[in-house]
C-alpha cells in the first residue's frame, strides 16, 4: 500500500513539474512575439469581384504582396494573406476569420464592405481595419481611405476634349452616388476647360455588373457622335470595351476610344497585335495607399477613425501612359492642368454641376 501511495506521488510531481514547464515555454514564446517590434501580418478581405479582378481588389492586393516582401514576411499567418468573398453573406465571416487569425491590420476592399466594417469594428474593439472607397465614421479602430478621382478624371476629360474629332465625347457611369459622382464631374470640368465647346453625353447604367447593357449605351453614344467614351463603371464599362472593339473590328479606320478606370485597362482595348482602343485610363493608386497605411500602422500610426485620402500630389491618382495614343501637344497640356491641380490653382469640382 506504501509502495502504491509513494508511487502516486511520484507521478502527480512529475505531472506537475511537466505542466509547470510546459506554462514556462508558453509565457515565453509570448514575451518573445510581443517584444519582436518587427513582428507584424496584414490581411484582406476581397469584395465578391475577386482577387484577380482587375481593379480595386487586386491593386490593393499588389500593395500588400510588396508591403509584406519588402518587410520579409511570407503568406499565411503572421505574413500577409487574403480571404476571397463569394457572396455578400462572407464579408463577415471573413473579416472576423482574419481578426481571429490575430492579423495586426485587416483591408477591407469597396464600400460593399462598410455595413460588415461598421457591424464587425463594434464587435471587435482591439481590432485595426481600414476600408478602401469607403467612409467609417465614429469607430477609432477603423481607417478610411478615399481617392480624389475626380482629379484624375479631370485630366482624362482634358484628354477627351482636345483628341475629339468630333467634339462630343461621353460619360457611363455605374451607379449614380458620390464617389462615381466625383469621377462625372472631374471629367465635365477638364473637358470644358480644355474645349469649351465640347459636348458631353452623360448615361448612367444603374448597376456596376451588366456588360450587356454597358454595350447598349456604348452603341448609342458612338452612333450619337461621341468618338471617346470614359466609364467609371465597373464590370458594365466592360460592354464599352467589347462595343468599341467590335466597331473597330468592322473599320480599322473607325475613330472610337475608350477611357479605362481604377486600373490601366490598355490590355482590355486590344484589338490586335496593333490596335487598341484605350486612349487612356483613370487609375486609383490603391497598391499605394495600402503599403502606406501598412507602414504607418506597422510604425505604430495607425490612423484609427480617419479619413486618408489620395490625390495627385500623393501619387494616389493619375492617368496610365496612353502608349501614344495621346499627343504630345495634349500630353503638354494634360501636364500643365496636373501642375495647376497640385499647387491648388484649379479647384476641381466633386460632385457633378458644381
Same mark, same amino acid.
Given at each position: 500500500?506504501?509502495?502504491?501511495?509513494?508511487?502516486?506521488?511520484?507521478?502527480?510531481?512529475?505531472?506537475?513539474? @511537466?505542466?509547470?514547464?510546459?506554462?514556462?515555454?508558453?509565457?515565453?514564446?509570448?514575451?518573445?512575439?510581443?517584444?519582436?517590434?518587427?513582428?507584424?501580418?496584414?490581411?484582406?478581405?476581397?469584395?465578391?469581384?475577386?482577387?484577380?479582378?482587375? %481593379?480595386?481588389?487586386?491593386?490593393?492586393?499588389?500593395?500588400?504582396?510588396?508591403?509584406?516582401?519588402?518587410?520579409?514576411? %511570407? /503568406?499565411?499567418?503572421?505574413?500577409?494573406?487574403?480571404?476571397?468573398?463569394?457572396?455578400?453573406?462572407?464579408?463577415? @465571416?471573413?473579416?472576423?476569420? &482574419?481578426?481571429?487569425? !490575430?492579423?495586426?491590420?485587416?483591408?477591407?476592399?469597396?464600400?460593399?464592405?462598410?455595413?460588415?466594417?461598421?457591424?464587425?469594428?463594434?464587435?471587435?474593439?482591439?481590432?485595426?481595419?481600414?476600408?478602401?472607397?469607403?467612409?467609417?465614421?465614429?469607430?477609432?479602430?477603423?481607417?478610411?481611405?478615399?481617392?480624389?478621382?475626380?482629379?484624375?478624371?479631370?485630366?482624362?476629360?482634358?484628354?477627351?476634349?482636345?483628341?475629339? /474629332?468630333?467634339?462630343?465625347?461621353?460619360?457611363?457611369?455605374?451607379?449614380?452616388?458620390?464617389?462615381?459622382?466625383?469621377?462625372?464631374?472631374?471629367?465635365?470640368?477638364?473637358?470644358?476647360?480644355? !474645349?469649351?465647346?465640347?459636348?458631353?453625353?452623360?448615361?448612367?447604367?444603374? @448597376?456596376?455588373?451588366?456588360?450587356?447593357?454597358?454595350?447598349?449605351?456604348?452603341?448609342?453614344?458612338?452612333?450619337?457622335?461621341?468618338?471617346?467614351?470614359?466609364?467609371?463603371?465597373?464590370?458594365?464599362? !466592360?460592354?464599352?470595351?467589347?462595343?468599341?472593339?467590335?466597331?473597330?473590328?468592322?473599320?480599322?479606320?473607325?475613330?472610337?476610344?475608350?477611357?479605362?478606370?481604377?486600373?490601366?485597362?490598355?490590355?482590355?482595348?486590344?484589338?490586335?497585335?496593333?490596335? !487598341?482602343?484605350?486612349?487612356?485610363?483613370? &487609375?486609383?493608386?490603391?497598391?499605394?495607399?495600402?503599403?502606406?497605411?501598412?507602414?504607418?500602422?506597422?510604425?505604430?500610426?495607425?490612423?484609427?477613425?480617419?479619413?486618408?485620402?489620395?490625390?495627385?500630389?500623393?501619387?494616389?491618382?493619375?492617368?496610365?501612359?496612353?502608349?501614344?495614343?495621346?499627343?504630345?501637344?495634349?500630353?503638354?497640356?494634360?501636364?500643365?492642368?496636373?501642375?495647376?491641380?497640385?499647387?491648388?490653382?484649379?479647384?476641381?469640382?466633386?460632385?457633378?454641376?458644381?
Amino acid at each position: 500500500m506504501k509502495k502504491r501511495k509513494i508511487g502516486l506521488a511520484l507521478s502527480a510531481l512529475l505531472a506537475s513539474g @511537466t505542466l509547470l514547464a510546459a506554462c514556462g515555454s508558453n509565457n515565453e514564446t509570448e514575451t518573445k512575439k510581443g517584444d519582436d517590434k518587427n513582428s507584424f501580418s496584414v490581411g484582406m478581405v476581397t469584395d465578391i469581384g475577386g482577387i484577380d479582378d482587375k %481593379s480595386f481588389n487586386q491593386s490593393t492586393w499588389e500593395g500588400i504582396e510588396k508591403f509584406g516582401k519588402d518587410n520579409g514576411l %511570407s /503568406k499565411g499567418n503572421g505574413g500577409y494573406d487574403y480571404l476571397q468573398s463569394a457572396a455578400e453573406s462572407d464579408y463577415n @465571416t471573413n473579416l472576423n476569420s &482574419l481578426i481571429r487569425r !490575430n492579423f495586426d491590420l485587416v483591408y477591407a476592399v469597396g464600400f460593399n464592405l462598410h455595413d460588415s466594417v461598421v457591424e464587425v469594428a463594434k464587435q471587435q474593439k482591439d481590432a485595426k481595419i481600414a476600408i478602401i472607397d469607403s467612409v467609417v465614421e465614429g469607430q477609432d479602430n477603423v481607417a478610411s481611405i478615399m481617392f480624389r478621382a475626380n482629379e484624375a478624371s479631370y485630366l482624362a476629360g482634358a484628354a477627351a476634349a482636345l483628341q475629339s /474629332k468630333t467634339g462630343k465625347i461621353g460619360f457611363i457611369g455605374g451607379m449614380e452616388g458620390d464617389i462615381i459622382g466625383g469621377f462625372e464631374a472631374g471629367y465635365v470640368a477638364g473637358a470644358k476647360a480644355a !474645349n469649351p465647346k465640347v459636348k458631353v453625353d452623360v448615361q448612367y447604367a444603374g @448597376t456596376f455588373g451588366d456588360a450587356a447593357k454597358g454595350q447598349t449605351i456604348a452603341k448609342r453614344m458612338y452612333d450619337s457622335g461621341s468618338d471617346i467614351i470614359f466609364h467609371a463603371a465597373g464590370g458594365t464599362g !466592360n460592354g464599352l470595351f467589347t462595343e468599341a472593339k467590335e466597331r473597330k473590328k468592322k473599320d480599322p479606320k473607325a475613330d472610337v476610344w475608350v477611357i479605362g478606370v481604377d486600373r490601366d485597362q490598355y490590355d482590355e482595348g486590344k484589338v490586335d497585335d496593333k490596335t !487598341n482602343v484605350t486612349l487612356t485610363s483613370v &487609375l486609383k493608386r490603391v497598391d499605394i495607399a495600402a503599403e502606406d497605411v501598412s507602414k504607418q500602422t506597422k510604425d505604430g500610426k495607425f490612423p484609427g477613425g480617419k479619413l486618408i485620402t489620395f490625390g495627385l500630389k500623393d501619387n494616389g491618382v493619375d492617368l496610365a501612359d496612353s502608349h501614344g495614343a495621346i499627343t504630345a501637344d495634349t500630353q503638354k497640356k494634360i501636364d500643365e492642368y496636373k501642375a495647376k491641380i497640385i499647387s491648388g490653382e484649379i479647384k476641381v469640382p466633386e460632385k457633378p454641376g458644381k
